[in-house]
Each structure stands twice: as structure tokens, then as C-alpha cells.
């Protein structure tokens, strides 16, 4: 073998090694960005998911004033029911002669059903 021989034996391995190192690094290449793909594509998904589960500024807005008119609606149900309530008692007091205690004692027993036959209809 000469040495030109030699030398160009020599640079095709090179060549050889150098092509099988440019595959394998364009194979690595392909599979990072496949990689970075499907992680971009799970963040988008999960963030999508995320958005989708958090409620619309419209919906809060709407379940807060259902909320307030629920609770408005509770207490003027019970300055209602306390007012036909005190209306009793007054008409007890002044009907049987009793004092204001026992006719509260009184009405507060025909609310909860304690005096059969009796019921408030509000």
C-alpha cells in the first residue's frame, strides 16, 4: 500500500464516520423535535383544559347575583315571617291578657307544631 493509499484509505473512513455521526445527529435531531412537539402539544391541550375549566367572567358575575338575590330573598322571608309573627303576639296581648313573653312562648310553639291544629301560612 502506498501512501497515497493510505491517506485516501484514510479519509473515506473519515467520510464514513463522519456520514454515520451526521445520521445519528439527524436522527437525535428528528427525535428532540418530535419531542418538543408533544410537549408543546400537552401544554396546549392541558392549558386549553385549564382555560376550559375556570369560569367565564360572565358566569361569575351571574352566579354571584343569584347568590345576592337568593340571600335578599331569605331575608325578606324572615322580616316576613317576623312580622306575622310579632302581629300574633301583639293580638295575643291584647286579646288574652297575657304578657309579651308568653304569647313569644306561644307563637314560637305554633310555628314548630307544637299546638296540633294550628298552622302558620306565611
Not at 428532540?32 to 392541558?46: D, E, F, M, R, S
Request: hydrophobic residues 45%; aromatic residues 4%.
Amino acid at each position: 500500500m502506498t501512501f497515497h493509499d493510505d491517506i485516501a484509505s484514510r479519509l473515506e473512513d473519515l467520510r464514513q464516520r463522519e456520514a454515520a455521526h451526521r445520521e445519528k445527529s439527524l436522527r437525535l435531531h428528528d427525535a428532540i423535535n418530535k419531542a418538543i412537539t408533544l410537549v408543546l402539544t400537552l401544554i396546549a391541550v392541558g392549558g386549553l383544559t385549564f382555560l376550559c375549566a375556570i369560569p367565564s367572567e360572565q358566569q361569575l358575575k351571574t352566579s354571584a347575583a343569584a347568590e345576592l338575590a337568593e340571600t335578599q330573598r331569605r331575608e325578606a322571608d324572615i322580616e316576613h315571617r317576623r312580622t306575622v309573627n310579632n302581629s300574633v303576639v301583639t293580638a295575643l296581648v291584647a286579646c288574652a291578657g297575657i304578657d309579651t313573653d308568653q304569647a313569644k312562648k306561644i307563637v314560637a310553639h305554633m310555628v314548630s307544631g307544637l299546638i296540633p291544629n294550628v298552622t302558620f301560612t306565611y
